[in-house]
């Protein structure tokens, strides 16, 4: 029985105990259910804070992504913009050009080829006709040169016959 005794000395202690701590114990029990109350309030903040995290993560690699995009997209900007320059360029080079060669095109329009092969078959047949006109005249120059000169021949030989004639009709007269 004494283990009965003492089982009930052991309870009585407890309540004794209890009675005289049941404050103490409340008083922590309290604490501990408004430390655990501020646990789970701190968890869900980190909780809500964690998830805030992971989307301002997610908007960061979003934004992050499409400031690469746009500094890409200006890259390619400027590019096209210097090509643009480079083509306007070539562009008025050409049409430079394009103006030359149409006021070469005007100039060689102003001779028109079957005209001009026109004119110089016609100046060829009427040079020909000129040749041929010319060589009669000088055949008939040299014809009439070499009978002007027989004709002076003869002119000298007639005077030099009526150079004599009239140098013995002078001698008679002048035996008269």
């Given at each position: 029985m004494l283990t009965t005794k003492s089982l009930e000395r052991i309870i009585e202690l407890e309540d004794k105990l209890r009675a005289?701590?049941?404050?103490?114990?409340?008083?922590?029990?309290?604490?501990?259910?408004?430390?655990?109350?501020?646990?789970?309030?701190?968890?869900?903040?980190?909780a809500k804070q964690l998830e805030k995290i992971t989307t301002l993560s997610a908007e960061a690699s979003v934004n992050k992504r499409i400031e690469q995009l746009n500094r890409e997209l200006h890259s390619r900007c400027e590019n096209l913009q210097h090509e643009i320059a480079t083509q306007k360029t070539r562009l008025k080079a050409l049409q430079a050009d394009l103006a030359e060669e149409r006021a070469e095109i005007k100039e060689l329009k102003k001779f028109d080829p079957a005209k001009m092969?026109?004119?110089?078959?016609?100046?060829?047949k009427k040079l020909v006709e000129k040749t041929t006109a010319a060589d009669l005249l000088q055949k008939s120059l040299n014809k009439t040169r070499g009978e002007n000169a027989e004709l002076q021949s003869k002119l000298k030989e007639l005077e030099g016959k009526l150079a004599e004639l009239e140098a013995p009709e002078g001698v008679e007269k002048a035996a008269a």
């Open positions: 005289e701590y049941q404050v103490q114990l409340d008083a922590k029990t309290v604490e501990i259910d408004s430390g655990i109350k501020k646990q789970e309030e701190q968890q869900a903040v980190i092969k026109k004119n110089l078959d016609a100046s060829k």
